[in-house]
């Protein structure tokens, strides 16, 4: 059980956090024929696009209302209507998703008074889907962003299924939280849908930014989830959410539509597998499919085969708090230690990650407690690069921005087969590093003066 | 705020600016750079800019003021080497909450200076301005003063919030700043005949390197660069420079100038990209430190070494020479890259199918039309989507841009390559160029692309994406009347969203022959002023019409 501390410091140091807007931008991407816009100064956007772009490796629909100095000073209204109306003009989409930023939020911009207006005076865009949602950069970090968004769609585009309607048995919505991949998705729809499910995801990330060619060209995204299916969401026999993160949207689908749900903090690990696999044999009323009895086996024995590498490993990670809690809670279950743990935002999740403190902090935080406490494995988005290189100790890179090693929408942590598959890469990383930097040598075991032992970091 | 204001009117003044002499006062008075339409936009801001110009200077601890967008979306995110310090890449930020923006952020951002200072100890500190202190009123002039009397160290305000304006104007903010409380302000251990400095060159990819061999094999030294590989005392005594060369453009065109006012150190501008240009700007270089003292020998051992390294890459392109016959190439970039790699492509057999002209200067845009004579396809402002039909109707057979439009080319299955700022190739002077064509032939001959346009098999070949756009093409090349609706759809005020059919329309129905009466009629280039070489363009297409 961890206590939760915040960084006494003024100047933070090699960031580990990123802004809320573009978390909630990214939300907003993984709806169908869907352009999120910032309202802010156009860095706000090319900030967040550039990110996307080299984490994805994808084209990145984001626009801004492109804020100058005077605009700000004077309010942003003729700004919003005419990204609007543009938006509107050039891209066709089929939903706009306003985010605020600082600059905006400092002057107190009221964009939902001016969504109203917008709406009045142009009735092409009267019917148009814009959920707006407030996320100034100065608060919070990327994973509230994400979770404030989704909680917004829920709010303004799910319908209340009209009274004593009966539920659809078969169907379910998942609420993924920003730290599951568009790999991720797609191995939870495979595992609903082996047992009769038919789920929806929102957002769905899966459908917009893994990867696939898409079949012609538009500005907006490609695939995820239509703004008509997130309407019929009400419909669902149950919400699944994934990450604490993702309660407040959950809490508001079942306020909304009368959904109720079951919130899964982890699905990383065989035990939150097992729970996750129990729960849907429950919804579904099928017994698990065999795949998965022989998946568990795999999961077993990989956890067997890769505990003699992983165990005992103290780990540093820097991660969200929904990243650092699953994760945390795998590595804790192969029997490595949480030595070092920095996050970017509170969450209830933290007291319960498996180590002494949990800090809010940045990544010079997690370089010199992993330098303090000898740890010999650091897990964070690649901006854990320079660390990792000054530390001279294995890094597995996982989160986002994932920007300089290929295939950050592909990397599975969940359920039997995504565990297995990342206890294999840790395993294989560790072996690596032991093949590189500690081969036993006729003096790794040597007494020198008598007392002091040449360590094994000593030998490298 | 007044001083910054000050600063940018002062910036957009700019005299050695070929574009700004071309303008009306109130045109100047509006700006350099355009004004970027809501919901239509794509590009950095001026505390972007900014930092894309300091950042290289590796020794310098670079804090940014403000919440932490600024620095946590975006830190090490550029390809600059360094050749010793690695205090650049470590991202710091005050990353300020919201007691900072009720009560100001200026006690915090001391106590950062103070910080970085005692755990760093970086022989300067960078401070940047964002949007929020900014608005809220933290004056990191006074900071920054403060901080330099208290710590003995120079802690320097850059003063370019974001919405001031965009990238290109950070640029040259950063270079007042430089100007103000840097350069001069330090002096060399030595100085000797050939210190020149180079502004604008930020050593992407190590490109810097693939020149400063042939400098050092001239004794040329390059006694500052602003800001690649840069170290901050360099830039401190960067006025003891016997000359200097001006890269990238326009970026940073006020550091030149005023280091030639204030300290006498004649410049040029050149470009290490291509060949030929290479070769100019090592003659220029030799030419102007001579003209400054230097013996004049100089110049005959720079015409050797030309001589020698251009035989070297003209052997190594011309097996490729062949290869390239009849392939044609879609150049996607920004300023002077635009005419100083068509000279390189065309040097290499490769033939042009166009241009972006997006950043270019209406200088850059002549000396394009220069090399690819007046029908040059100069493509102003292409959408995404315009540049997919460009690709897909095969009128080229690779695209080469910067990593934001990479993803059209990719999707259309057509071969691409990064010659923009995230690349991972160093494509600068001799050994560049010939990096350049090898890569644009390992690009455009691999067999990838011949598999990824394979529909799959179990498609109906004449049901695919690919066909269907076919199709779509072919029927609006056979439709006289929709290819002429399209041509006229083009957009040539972004501001007031003026299409070409308007303004013909209205030069036809009205015989208007200046670009005056173009504004009164259309509104077109009474925004930023950016196309009014378009519409002039258009007006010199329809000479007659204006005659009737």
Redesign the interface.
């Known amino acids: 059980m961890a206590t939760v501390t915040h960084v006494k410091k003024a100047c933070t140091v090699n960031p580990l956090k990123m802004s809320q807007p573009i978390g909630a931008a990214l939300a907003f991407m993984g709806l169908r024929g869907a352009m999120p816009l910032l309202h802010g100064s156009q860095g706000c956007t090319s900030f967040g696009l550039v990110l996307f772009v080299r984490h994805f490796k994808e084209a990145i629909p984001l626009q801004t209302t492109a804020m100058s100095e005077v605009a700000t000073v004077l309010g942003g209204y003729d700004n919003v209507e005419q990204a609007i109306l543009n938006i509107h003009k050039r891209t066709k989409p089929e939903i706009i998703g306003i985010c605020s930023t600082g600059v905006t939020e400092t002057k107190g911009d009221d964009v939902e008074g001016y969504i109203r207006l917008v709406r009045e005076r142009h009735p092409e865009v009267a019917d148009l889907p814009l959920v707006y949602v407030s996320t100034p950069d100065f608060k919070d970090a990327f994973q509230d962003g994400w979770a404030k968004a989704v909680t917004r769609m829920v709010r303004e585009l799910v319908s209340p299924p009209p009274p004593g309607i009966a539920r659809d048995p078969g169907r379910v919505t998942v609420l993924p939280g920003c730290h599951m991949t568009p790999g991720d998705l797609d191995e939870l729809r495979t595992i609903l849908e082996d047992f009769g499910l038919r789920p929806s995801f929102l957002p769905d990330l899966a459908g917009s930014l893994d990867g696939h060619i898409p079949e012609d060209f538009t500005p907006t995204t490609i695939g995820g989830i239509g703004v008509d299916e997130v309407a019929g969401l009400g419909a669902s026999s149950w919400a699944i959410a994934i990450g604490e993160q993702m309660r407040p949207a959950a809490e508001a689908l079942q306020e909304r539509a009368g959904v109720p749900f079951r919130l899964f903090p982890r699905l990383s690990g065989l035990e939150a597998a097992d729970a996750f696999m129990m729960f849907l044999a429950e919804i579904s009323g099928r017994p698990v499919p065999v795949k998965y009895r022989r998946q568990r086996g795999q999961l077993v024995d990989a956890m067997l085969d890769g505990h003699f590498h992983i165990g005992g490993r103290k780990v540093a990670i820097g991660a969200e708090p929904d990243l650092l809690a699953d994760m945390g809670g795998m590595l804790h279950g192969m029997g490595a230690h949480i030595t070092a743990a920095v996050t970017t935002t509170h969450s209830p999740v933290l007291a319960g990650v498996e180590t002494d403190e949990v800090l809010i902090g940045d990544l010079e935080d997690l370089e010199r407690r992993a330098r303090e406490r000898d740890c010999d494995l650091l897990i964070t988005h690649s901006h854990g690069r320079q660390a990792a290189t000054r530390l001279g100790i294995p890094f597995f890179r996982m989160g986002l921005p994932l920007f300089d090693r290929l295939g950050a929408g592909h990397l599975v942590s969940v359920g039997y087969r995504g565990t297995r598959d990342l206890i294999f890469a840790l395993s294989n990383l560790v072996m690596a590093d032991a093949e590189l930097h500690h081969e036993a040598t006729p003096d790794t075991w040597r007494v020198v003066d008598g007392d002091s032992l040449k360590s094994e970091g000593e030998a490298a | 705020m007044s001083s910054l204001s000050a600063t940018i009117q002062d910036v957009f003044n700019e005299p050695a600016c070929a574009k700004n002499a071309t303008k009306s006062a109130a045109d100047r008075k509006k700006g350099c750079t355009k004004?970027?339409?809501?919901?239509?936009?794509?590009?950095?801001?001026?505390?972007?800019g900014a930092k894309i110009a300091l950042q290289p200077l590796t020794d310098v601890a670079h804090?940014v003021h403000?919440?932490?967008?600024?620095?946590?979306?975006?830190?090490?995110?550029r390809g600059a080497k360094s050749s010793g310090p690695?205090l650049w890449?470590?991202?710091?930020?005050?990353?300020?909450?919201?007691t900072?923006?009720v009560f100001g952020g200026e006690k915090?951002?001391?106590?950062?200076?103070?910080?970085?200072i005692e755990?760093y100890d970086p022989p300067a500190v960078f401070v940047y301005q964002t949007?929020?202190p900014?608005?809220?009123g933290d004056d990191i002039n006074a900071v920054c003063k403060a901080a330099r009397e208290k710590f003995g160290k120079p802690v320097i305000p850059i003063n370019s919030?974001?919405?001031?304006?965009?990238k290109n104007l950070g640029n040259k903010l950063a270079g007042e700043a430089l100007l103000e409380h840097v350069i001069g302000t330090e002096e060399p251990d030595e100085t000797t005949p050939y210190d020149i400095n180079i502004i604008g060159e930020y050593n992407l990819s190590g490109e810097l390197w693939q020149v400063k061999p042939l400098l050092d094999e001239l004794g040329i030294r390059i006694l500052s660069c602003i800001s690649g590989d840069g170290r901050y005392r360099e830039v401190a005594y960067s006025h003891r420079a016997r000359a200097a060369m001006m890269v990238c453009s326009k970026a940073m065109i006020n550091v030149a100038r005023k280091m030639e006012e204030r300290y006498g150190i004649p410049f040029f501008e050149g470009s290490f990209y291509g060949i030929g240009d290479t070769s100019d700007s090592l003659r220029q270089i030799a030419r102007l430190l001579v003209d400054r003292g230097a013996p004049a020998d100089l110049l005959d051992r720079t015409e050797a070494l030309i001589a020698r390294e251009e035989a070297r890459a003209w052997a190594a392109i011309a097996p490729f020479k062949p290869r390239f016959q009849g392939k044609k190439v879609l150049l996607i970039t920004g300023g002077v890259k635009s005419w100083s790699v068509v000279a390189a492509l065309q040097e290499a057999g490769l033939e042009l199918a166009g241009t972006s002209v997006k950043k270019s200067t209406k200088e850059d845009k002549e000396r394009i039309k220069e090399l690819l004579g007046q029908d040059a396809h100069m493509i102003e402002d292409m959408?995404?989507?315009e540049m997919?039909r460009l690709l897909k109707d095969a009128k080229a057979d690779i695209m080469l841009s910067g990593?934001?439009s990479q993803?059209?080319a990719l999707?259309?299955?057509m071969p691409w390559l990064d010659i923009n700022q995230?690349r991972h190739h160093a494509y600068m002077g001799y050994v560049g160029m010939v990096k350049l064509v090898e890569e644009i032939a390992r690009t455009l001959f691999n067999p990838v692309w011949a598999q990824?346009r394979r529909p799959a098999p179990w498609d109906d070949p004449a049901d695919t994406?690919q066909a269907?756009?076919d199709a779509a093409l072919a029927a609006e090349a056979a439709d006289p009347g929709k290819a002429e609706q399209a041509r006229r759809a083009a957009g040539v005020c972004a501001c007031k969203g003026v299409d070409l059919g308007t303004i013909e329309d209205a030069v036809r129905a009205h015989g208007l022959s200046s670009l005056d009466e173009v504004r009164r009629h259309t509104t077109a280039a009474t925004g930023c002023g950016a196309c009014a070489s378009r519409v002039e363009d258009v007006l010199a297409a329809l000479p007659a019409l204006a005659a009737e």
Not at chain 2, 38 to 43: L, R, V, W
Not at chain 2, 108 to 116: F, N
């Open positions: 004004q970027l339409q809501p919901g239509g936009a794509a590009g950095g801001c001026a505390f972007d804090l403000g919440p932490i967008a600024c620095e946590g979306n975006s830190w090490d995110n690695t890449r470590t991202g710091f930020t005050t990353d300020m909450n919201e900072d923006i915090r951002l001391y106590k950062a200076i103070r910080e970085i755990k949007c929020i900014a608005m809220t919030p974001g919405f001031v304006g965009p959408t995404p989507r997919y990593g934001r993803f059209v999707k259309a299955a995230e990824v994406w269907r756009a």
